[in-house]
Every structure is written in structure tokens, then in C-alpha cells.
């Protein structure tokens, strides 16, 4: 069974350690906020998004493979989560529906519904990336989860440029996590996850920001995890936040054939 959903996956699958301690100015006009004030603002912005709707094209690259599909991609936070891969002239290649108990997977080229208990190595199997399902709502929102981050002062904090620069080192892993926020738009810009001897672990870039029902969203997002020799770019050409009216689209025909994941 295995190795079936893995041939489907084809189908889918289409600044470091910082110096000074406290902030210091840039040429900007600008309010510079303390650390803490800022964290909050960012993982407010998280929360704001309650329903994600976008558009575009979706990169996925492992190893040993590579595509790149149109997609379109529905969420409801907390738990819904709905992606369609589309081929030429908008044909569904594939669908999948992911819950944080369970997921729907059809195969639209081979009429094909497999379904079952939903875990990380499904997720990874259907999306090709090692990330958890909230971490995987949050890569398509193009926002990084700092709750536990919101009581926590720095390790180091500055400002650089038209950035802030934030890092905050786990006391017993020493792995770092580094976090660069747009001063003008405070959106993270860079997200950077480093181990005990300061190799990246994980690299994500986010770009061409707009504000959109008072969240602000990037419109292009890369992210890589060196670890595991993966990564997914995300670019929109059109995006909706908070409307009332998200439809998730996952109806397979009546004669699909089912298959059960156990």
C-alpha cells in the first residue's frame, strides 16, 4: 500500500547568530518595538487568519524528485485543510483533504479514493514534506508559529536595516531559531532553524507581502529543510482571507474505487 500512495505523490508533488543584545536604530520612520510587543503583534497576525484561500503555482523538490503543478488550495483553521493540483487547462490531477484525525486522497487519473487515519508519514507521502499538519497549514498560510515564543525574551535582538532581528536559543538542545521581521510591513521576512554547532536545519524565505482583511501575507514563500534534503515554493496569483464563503472542493465521482489505508 505503501508504495502506491507514494507513486501518487508524483501527482501532487508538483543571517544567522546575531551580535548586540538590544535593538539599536536604522535609518527608517519607523516605531522600533521592544522584543516582546513584537511577538505578540506577529503571532496576533497568525491568529487573524481563520479561513485561506490562494491560487498559484506550488514547487515541491526532494532528493530524487522534482515537480511543479498549479494548485489551489482551501483551509479552515483549525482543522481543514484542501488542496487541488491542476493540470493543463485547469484538469483536477489530484485532491487531497486533510483533517488533523483523517485524510481523503483521490487520484483523479486512475479514479482512485484512498482514505484513512491521518499520521506524518501520510502527510509526507501526499505532500513530499516532513512537516506536521498545523506546520503544513502554516506553510500555505506563509506564517511561522511563535506561541511559545510569546513569554520568552530574546537571547538577541536588533534591528538591521529595515529589519528586526530576533534569536532565541533552547536552553537544552542549544538549537537556534532566528526570525527576521519587515520593520514596514512586520511580517517575517527570513525564518532560519540552526543545531548546537550552527548548521541550518531549516530555511524559509517570504516575499511580496499584502494586507488583506488587516493580515499581512506573503504572496511568495520558500521553505527548506536541509535535514531532510526538501523544500516547497509556494507563489499565489490570487488570494482570499476570512470570507465567509470557503468551499472545500473534494467530490470524487460515485464510481471512484476505494482503497483503505490501515
Not at 493540470?87 to 488533523?100: Q, R, V, Y
Not at 519587515?182 to 540552526?194: K, N
Not at 511580496?208 to 507563489?235: L, M, W, Y
Request: charged share 30%; aromatic share 10%.
Amino acid at each position: 500500500m505503501k508504495s502506491k500512495l507514494v507513486a501518487l505523490a508524483a501527482i501532487v508533488a508538483a543571517p544567522l547568530f546575531f551580535e548586540a543584545c538590544a535593538p539599536s536604530q536604522g535609518e527608517h520612520n519607523y516605531e522600533i518595538l521592544p522584543a516582546e510587543r513584537l511577538v505578540k503583534k506577529l503571532e496576533a497576525n497568525r491568529r487573524r487568519v481563520k479561513t485561506f484561500v490562494g491560487k498559484g503555482t506550488l514547487l515541491i523538490e526532494t532528493e530524487d524528485f522534482r515537480n511543479e503543478a498549479f494548485f489551489r488550495v482551501a483551509l479552515k483553521k483549525p482543522d481543514s485543510l484542501n488542496l487541488n493540483v491542476l493540470g493543463p487547462f485547469g484538469i483536477e490531477l489530484a485532491n487531497a483533504l486533510a483533517t488533523e484525525e483523517d485524510f481523503k486522497f483521490y487520484d483523479a487519473m486512475n479514479n482512485i479514493l484512498y482514505q484513512g487515519a491521518i499520521n506524518e508519514e501520510i502527510l509526507e507521502t501526499i505532500f513530499r514534506v516532513d512537516l506536521t499538519f498545523q506546520e503544513l497549514i502554516d506553510a500555505f498560510v506563509g506564517s511561522v508559529n511563535m506561541t511559545d515564543l510569546l513569554y520568552t525574551e530574546p537571547d538577541e535582538y536588533k534591528v538591521d536595516y529595515e529589519e528586526y532581528v530576533l534569536t532565541f536559543v533552547d536552553d537544552k538542545t542549544r538549537v537556534a531559531r532566528v526570525f527576521r521581521v519587515s520593520i514596514r510591513d512586520l511580517g517575517v521576512t527570513h525564518y532560519q532553524v540552526l543545531d548546537e554547532n550552527g548548521n541550518l536545519l531549516v530555511n524559509a524565505v517570504y516575499e511580496d507581502f499584502e494586507k488583506i482583511e488587516g493580515a499581512t501575507i506573503p504572496t511568495r514563500a520558500r521553505i527548506v529543510n536541509h535535514a531532510a534534503d526538501q523544500s516547497i515554493e509556494i507563489v499565489y496569483d490570487e488570494i482570499r482571507v476570512n470570507d465567509d464563503d470557503v468551499t472545500l472542493y473534494f467530490e470524487p465521482p460515485n464510481d471512484a474505487t476505494i482503497v483503505v489505508w490501515e
